[in-house]
């Protein structure tokens, strides 16, 4: 999936991913795309639940090689 931008978090574990996530996703225009990268397997529980929370919308989620990379679209 295509992403306007990209944030790593390897190695950070839960609620880490999250608090960069929302910080990060501020800096997108409404529409953008961000593409989180993490190991920690929690992402793929969490990142729907913050996005249902905070009102964007949750693209989905990518496994391999022991990273989870979760695409997320600003909408707020």
Not at 44 to 57: F, L, R, S, V
Request: hydrophobic share 40%.
């Amino acid at each position: 999936m295509k992403s306007d931008a990209t944030l790593d978090v390897t190695g950070l574990l839960c609620p880490m991913p999250i608090v960069h996530t929302a910080k990060k996703i501020k800096e997108l225009k409404v529409g953008q795309v961000l593409e989180v990268v993490a190991t920690d397997e929690g992402i793929k529980e969490d990142m729907p639940a913050w996005c249902k929370n905070i009102g964007h919308e949750y693209l989905g989620v990518e496994e391999n090689d022991s990273k989870y990379r979760t695409f997320v679209k600003r909408l707020v």
